[in-house]
DNA sequence: GCGGCATTTGACCGTTTGGTCAAATTTATA
DNA sequence: TATAAATTTGACCAAACGGTCAAATGCCGC
């Protein structure tokens, strides 16, 4: 009576916890260092039973990536959430921040399928990724042709959000060196990702500065 | 009589030739994937040849990070060349821009170090590099008394840096997958550099845009 | 409570890997 | 040219690894 709909079936739940297990040591060891035998003691279960629900290594890495993938894709859509670019940008590079902050293992899986030239997630970059780009491109040249974004490539722009905030997961060690050994607390963090929205936001906004308008030229 | 001065040491060509190879090893492959008999065969050595020099695998991968290390000091140094935050910011961001493009190999196995929690730098993170941005950090403080540069906390724009240009090296790949397949050209990548530069400045510039000066509140 | 299916698990195996070694060969020294 | 030191290399080894397998156990509908 206690767990009528909480009885997940026995096979979810396993390979939950398996996926789980594996995210934390693929993350820490690499593809290649990551032992299904150190994944499955993690888990809390003999490696047979790992291989009984994930019949490869590269099987299991999959399933990881797939999660990644689902965060990332949720993250963009806040991208979507306003016509301002000011609003869009600030949303999507605040959820992008939040995402390397509480899922930096996620974080560092994607990070290194990215450099290791994506063999899991081509497809991906292919298909999903490169029709968000291009969409989300377009609304940047619109923002542009209406003097609301200085001129820029936005790809370019992209690129730097998403190195930006990824940094905040890749580098939290190298972050927490700089501060004494500990890592940033959320105020500093929240700092942080203020500050990266403000720094892209100014960055890309048109120039009202230095010289008042515009000339002709 | 034709190589008087060329006459390397065997020793010192050996190691360089070892060295280069597993650059390319590690890059492709992470620590552990990589393996002492691809790097000697990369290298044109026998593998024994290999351990003959570099007695653990660890210890060459030591001596590929030290290798980059030096890059990175070079491309840091870059940051003094001008006391004019425009013209630091300028070089600086340029002059690491050069290098993700120029040694994309040794700027993902930097990156790989970093994400790895720097089991073998920690020590560099500890000294030179918290002297470097604590140094650095005191100008941009100084910049942003002199109001020069609006306040903001130096660290964050340092790791907006080095995250940005860092992901022209480890996402090289992603990058040409939006691009149908086809690597930045020169072209774009100036563009890029262009771009990169000018946002990161007036990102961080003083606010003399939408309000012509600062009120006294 | 029985029959069938899903799950669990210890033992096992072939391969790969980092590293060793001793013998051969080359290079430097005098 | 004699001698020592540095370098080269094929053969070898123990450990670690991904994955298999068959027997045992648990679970569920009827």
């Known amino acids: 009576m206690d767990k009528p709909l909480v009885k997940i079936s026995i096979r979810a739940e396993n390979q939950r916890a398996i996926v789980e297990a594996a995210e934390a040591v693929f993350a820490e060891a690499g593809f290649k260092g990551a032992t299904t035998a150190a994944i499955a003691a993690k ?36 991208f979507d ?32 399928e990215i450099m290791r030239g994506a063999p899991v997630i081509q497809d991906f970059l292919d298909t999903t990724l490169a029709q ?11 923002w542009i042709a209406d003097g609301r974004v200085r001129p820029i490539e936005p790809k370019y722009l992209f690129y730097m959000i ?44 048109p120039q009202t500065g230095r010289r008042a308008s515009p000339s002709q030229t």
């Open 43 to 78: 888990a809390g279960v003999p490696k047979a039973n790992l291989h009984y629900y994930f019949s490869t290594k590269e099987d299991l890495y999959r399933a990881v990536v797939e999660r990644v993938l689902t965060a990332w894709l949720a993250a963009a859509s806040s």
């Open 81 to 112: 959430e306003s016509d301002d670019p000011r609003e869009a940008l600030a949303r999507y590079i605040g959820a992008k921040m939040d995402l390397a902050r509480s899922m930096p293992l996620s974080s560092r899986i994607w990070a290194t």
């Open 162 to 205: 998403w190195a930006t905030t990824q940094q905040y997961a890749n580098a939290a060690h190298e972050m927490a060196s700089l501060e004494n050994g500990r890592p940033l607390t959320d105020e500093q963090f929240e700092a942080a990702k203020k500050q990266v929205i403000e720094t892209i936001i100014a960055g890309v906004a």
């Open 132 to 142: 968000w780009v291009e969409q989300r491109s377009r609304i940047v040249r619109r």
